[in-house]
């Protein structure tokens, strides 16, 4: 009893002390049970949204490679067309795509290219183009005529223009009628096609008008030359070896306008032109006479004419190869992608009067031209006419020379030059 009273407290501090023994120990040890317990939580909650992206990216691809909805549908075909109908960037198909969904879309395009056999060029036998010389004279000797041989201008918007303009702005120093707006980051002249489309050059001494091609995600140039006479097929000076500049073939051959013509090996996107694809025939020449039994023959006869077939015609005086045909005796081939996608385009063609139209559509540069469907750019030439109509070679080589310079704008490395190509459709200077 004399022992409690002398230390009652002593019980206590020993129950304390058994308690908590280093209550500093104590909180560090709950502090790292929570931090525990947090990162726990934390790795469920990353784990959680880790399976619901993962379950939201299946369900995502499964809708986008798979669904029938008609606009997922559209663009699905269209990415793989465009992928496919490349030389060197046809994974970005095959990486993330099934073959079978490829296969779907591109044997739809085989089907196009299968049919294509059965159509060949048929004028009547008195289809003979001649030089239609009222319509390249100088402005004071067609000034009478000009809305009747240059149908196509919009006469409001051509008579707007002329008016706000002096006389010595639009005639060359002969007298010929000279607008030239052709580059394609000109301003617009106001004057437009009874269709609606910009006119960014008229050329009476040429015979020449070019069209600005504008539409929901491209822009280029269509060329309408009145004399069919004066389109040649014009040949690299090195083919064999390399390919030239589509201005160094103009200017050596006196063009006033050209467009790429074949296609080429172009191993890795390295080619260089000189390697040609199918047979060419220049001036009654021949510089290639392999055919590739996959494309269309393309050319101009003695009487001025575009012939697309399978075979070379007697006759023929330019000639070369390349797929597929568009139009064939008035008969429009191809609408929508058909296959082919958004690429950069050059096609030819001539209407049943023989005016000759070469267009050119940029592409594969966002923001400014991504490129055109081949039912796009068929139904553009139908619309102005085309009686017979055939694809060129696209991407890269596509470009259109005007008066000394490019006026389209090519998605090659070097877009002022284009690329080294083997032959080029061109209009000789009058």
Not at 387 to 409: E, F, P
Request: charged share 20%; with cysteine.
């Amino acid at each position: 009893m004399s022992d409690k009273k002398e230390n009652p407290s002593s019980e206590w501090v020993v129950l304390e002390e058994e308690q908590v023994e280093d209550p500093k120990k104590a909180r560090r040890q709950l502090k790292a049970a929570h931090r525990a317990q947090k990162r726990r939580e934390n790795r469920a909650r990353r784990l959680s949204r880790i399976v619901v992206a993962l379950t939201a990216a299946v369900a995502l691809y499964c809708v986008l490679v798979f669904s029938h909805i008609h606009f997922i549908e559209k663009w699905r075909t269209i990415y793989i067309e465009t992928a496919m109908g490349t030389m060197n960037h046809q994974w970005l198909a095959t990486m993330f795509l099934p073959q079978s969904v490829i296969d779907d879309v591109m044997n739809g395009r085989r089907t196009i290219e299968f049919q294509q056999e059965e159509y060949n060029s048929d004028w009547d036998t008195g289809d003979t183009f001649t030089s239609p010389e009222q319509a390249m004279d100088t402005w004071d000797a067609i000034k009478g005529q000009f809305f009747e041989v240059y149908a196509e201008i919009d006469q409001d918007s051509f008579e707007n223009y002329m008016e706000q303009h002096k006389r010595s702005d639009v005639l060359d120093e002969d007298g010929y009628l000279l607008i030239d707006a052709a580059d394609y980051n000109a301003d617009e002249t106001g004057i437009t096609t009874i269709y609606g489309d910009p006119v960014c050059a008229i050329d009476t001494r040429n015979g020449i008008v070019i069209v600005a091609l504008r539409g929901d995600g491209y822009c280029g140039r269509m060329a309408i030359v009145k004399n069919p006479a004066q389109v040649k097929l014009a040949v690299s000076n090195s083919l064999g070896s390399s390919g030239s500049y589509l201005k160094e073939i103009c200017k050596q051959n006196a063009a006033a306008l050209g467009i790429n013509a074949s296609g080429f090996a172009d191993p890795e996107g390295a080619g260089n032109g000189g390697e040609a694809m199918g047979i060419i025939l220049s001036d009654s020449v021949p510089h290639r006479t392999t055919m590739d039994e996959t494309m269309k023959v393309i050319g101009m006869d003695t009487a001025n004419r575009l012939n697309i077939s399978n075979t070379l015609l007697s006759g023929t005086r330019d000639a070369m190869q390349f797929s597929p045909a568009l139009v064939v005796n008035g008969e429009q081939l191809i609408s929508g992608s058909s296959g082919w996608g958004l690429q950069p385009r050059s096609v030819i063609g001539q209407t049943a009067s023989g005016q000759m139209l070469m267009a050119v559509v940029d592409g594969r540069q966002p923001g400014y031209s991504v490129g055109i469907t081949l039912g796009d750019l068929t139904d553009i030439l139908y619309q102005y006419g085309a009686y017979q109509a055939c694809n060129l070679d696209g991407g890269s080589s596509s470009v259109m020379y005007y008066r000394g310079r490019n006026i389209t704008r090519s998605s090659a490395v070097t877009p002022d030059k284009g690329r080294h190509i083997p032959n080029a459709w061109i209009v000789t200077e009058n």
